[in-house]
């Protein structure tokens, strides 16, 4: 589904920005001047889309935070998933929308000596890569952004993980220099303050050096040094801000008007929370924190650095500090989204320390968010059953999302794979 806002900022980008699109639409591969500043927010819409368009409404469905009720969209609760269901993600929002943006941004940043901005476009690309890989395992990169090459080579996803940990370490080094952003008003997610982009790009280091959990790569010490110089509080989150018109607003809130009664916002989430007394439950609907016009796209928080810090200690047998960092995630979490501190203190007393609480907590804090999927898929945790009239064998979810259908079409290199292979083989890192 394309969202008006997307559509807005592209209207406004045109209006601003004319011989940039002028010069695009006559010649996409004939070097241009682009202005930045315009590029960036448009890189920063298709960048929230890329995550929060059918991709989180089907990762969600999946790992039961909402259920799919009505019409076309039943056969999403079934797992009857298609690649056509995924020709807008990858085409429209990812490879031709935030990638071909940022792509650019990074060749005219380093034409022009600007390190904040290559540093910026360095840290969206390895966000973006992060999820098309964990969605669909192996994709296009190497050969993936040429506008000469139609049929680019797919690169394993170890591959694609190690570009986004050289991506990143790249990043904070640009950001690290002498420079500024010309424009904070075209930064939607930091508005110019490069000190973020800095804690943005270590986070998502920390994200993605977690996932490796199963694997010889993971290195713990390596994550708790980083978390040292990461996000340090709820004000550091990565986010975007909608406003309350139906042009500007969040796209869950936008789904939720144009296709009333397709979605439920229940699941196994709200039986879970329900059964710990959660006080966040009251604010986790239509009308609450996540779903609202005005709520945040949220790409990586506080909260989410936190959990994973409870992780790596309590596997490391620091119980203690493990401890304290989960009664701190969940105190990030609960504050952000309204809750009093009564009640924050009332609920964390009940809290056991296991590796089953930590991740069902930040399952919980991380509704609507794609990297709940992930840490299922890691983990195994929260223990999730099938839905009922599930088209996949029995006791399976899905653990990947098939290939795109124009790009079945169109790349004779993408991956062979059968319907349920497009759903069930795992990840590089999925070794649960």
Not at 48 to 77: C, E, H, K, M, P
Not at 313 to 340: C, H, P, S, W
Request: aromatic content about 12%.
């Amino acid at each position: 589904m394309r969202f008006l806002f997307l559509g807005l900022i592209i209207i406004l980008l045109t209006l601003s920005c004319d011989s940039f699109v002028e010069g695009y639409e006559v010649s996409p591969t004939k070097p241009i001047d682009i202005q930045i500043e315009n590029s960036l927010s448009s890189a920063e819409a298709f960048t929230v889309y890329v995550q929060s368009d059918i991709l989180a409404r089907l990762t969600s469905t999946i790992v039961q935070q909402v259920t799919f009720a009505d019409r076309s969209n039943l056969v999403f609760g079934q797992y009857n998933i298609l690649g056509e269901d995924l020709n807008d993600l990858w085409g429209e929002n990812a490879y031709a929308g935030a990638l071909k943006d940022l792509r650019n941004i990074l060749e005219e940043a380093q034409r022009k000596s600007h390190p904040t901005y290559s540093g910026i476009a360095k840290v969206l690309i390895a966000f973006n890569l992060g999820l098309l890989t964990d969605v669909f395992g192996d994709i296009p990169y190497s050969e993936g952004l040429s506008d000469l090459n139609l049929n680019p080579k797919y690169d394993s996803q170890k591959e694609i993980y190690s570009e986004i940990f050289q991506l990143l370490d790249k990043a904070v080094n640009d950001l690290r220099k002498d420079d500024i952003i010309s424009s904070s008003d075209n930064d939607f997610i930091y508005h110019g303050n490069k000190e973020q982009w800095l804690k943005f790009a270590i986070a998502l280091k920390i994200r993605y050096l977690n996932h490796l959990s199963n694997l010889e790569e993971y290195n713990p010490n390596e994550i708790l040094s980083l978390l040292k110089i990461g996000f340090q509080s709820n004000l550091d989150d990565a986010e975007i801000i909608f406003y309350d018109v139906r042009s500007q607003s969040n796209p869950w809130a936008q789904f939720l008007d144009q296709r009333q009664g397709y979605i439920q916002l229940d699941g196994y989430m709200f039986d879970l929370m329900r059964r710990n007394n959660d006080p966040r439950i009251d604010l986790y609907g239509e009308d609450g924190f996540y779903m609202k016009a005005t709520s945040p796209i949220t790409l990586i928080t506080y909260t989410e650095i936190k959990f994973i810090e409870s992780e790596v200690l309590y596997k490391e047998g620091r119980i203690d500090e493990a401890k304290n960092a989960l009664f701190d995630a969940v105190n990030a979490n609960m504050q952000k989204i309204g809750v009093t501190q009564t009640q924050i203190d009332d609920y964390k007393a009940t809290l056991n320390l296991s590796l089953q609480t930590i991740l069902e907590e930040k399952y919980v804090a991380l509704y609507s968010h794609p990297e709940a999927w992930t840490d299922w898929r890691r983990t195994g945790y929260p223990i999730l059953k099938p839905n009922t009239n599930s088209v996949l064998p029995e006791g399976e979810l899905p653990r990947r999302l098939p290939y795109p259908e124009s790009e079945e079409r169109l790349n004779r290199n993408v991956p062979k794979l059968t319907f349920e292979e497009s759903l069930l083989k795992k990840m590089w890192w999925d070794v649960n």
